[in-house]
């Protein structure tokens, strides 16, 4: 029986949820198919000992020494079975994670949003669980926060740097990967942008997960970015700056 062919990995790994999630599953039917084969070579054993293993014929052993076999024969397959409880203890928390399907790609550009930040922005309220109490500081934002700029989606970029008055709190986020931009109200002016990112900073680990909402508000020349964790969807940082934004659709 061949076995399944792995993925290599090497000690630089770029892999995703999905890709390690069944890297998991994978492991677990590898560690099955090794306990089958020594339940199948226990089971061999014993036909042999019984004279019923065809192609095969030993002398017949003493009562004494079929007890002895069967009971090391037994002593196998209680260890197998102990295998078998851990490895479905296994499945079921691999069965529990969260893959959250990828976001769509920017095929096309029915609209386009952009703040200008040159200088920094105002950001009068930034909230995060994990920043020190109160929680909520004000400060100043910069960066580059435009989607499809020029109609083109070479043009999307959202680099957005948060810095508390005083300082003492800082945060970094970057998108990645593929956004979803839905454009339904971008005549009235807002533009709502979702997808995954990495963040830096006061109370993050060092280029942390995280999923975003940006939304752009023309009407009230603001924007709202909201960082959530990838797998518990909790709120880790909620921020309102506000600037001059622009938003309208592409013809």
């Known amino acids: 029986m061949s076995f399944p062919t792995i993925p290599q990995i090497t000690p ?14 994978a492991s677990v ?7 089958a084969h020594i339940i199948n070579a226990e089971g061999e054993k014993l036909q042999a ?9 030993l ?26 409880m851990l490895l479905q203890f296994k499945l ?19 609209c386009f949003g952009a ?3 040159a200088g920094g922005q105002n950001t009068p309220s930034a909230t995060s669980p994990k920043f020190p109490p109160p929680n909520t500081f004000s400060g100043r934002v910069s960066g580059q926060i435009r989607i499809c700029e020029n109609c083109r989606p070479a043009g999307t970029q959202i680099n957005y740097n948060f810095n508390s008055q005083g300082g003492g709190v800082n945060l ?11 454009c339904t109200d971008a005549e009235n002016g807002i533009l ?14 060092p280029n942390e997960m995280v999923l975003f909402t940006l939304i752009f508000d023309e009407n009230t020349n603001q924007i709202t970015l909201t960082l959530k964790d990838p797998n518990t969807l909790t709120i880790l940082y909620i921020a309102l700056t506000n600037g001059t934004v622009s938003v309208g659709p592409c013809s």
Do not use: M
């Open 29 to 35: 039917a590898l560690e099955e198919l090794g306990l």
């Open 12 to 25: 630089t790994i770029s892999i995703n949820r999905t890709q390690v999630v069944n890297l998991l599953l």
């Open 49 to 57: 000992v019984l004279g019923t293993l065809p192609g095969l014929s």
């Open 172 to 182: 970094q986020f970057d998108s990645q990967g593929t956004l979803s931009v839905d």
């Open 59 to 84: 002398t017949v052993p003493s009562f004494a020494a079929l007890i002895s076999i069967n009971r090391e024969v037994r002593r196998t397959l209680q260890t197998a079975l102990k295998s078998q």
């Open 115 to 117: 703040i200008a930040l």
């Open 192 to 205: 709502t942008v979702s997808g995954q990112g990495t963040t830096n900073g006061t109370g993050f680990a």
């Open 92 to 110: 079921e928390d691999i069965l529990d994670i969260n893959i959250l399907p990828p976001p769509s790609a920017v095929s096309n550009c029915e």
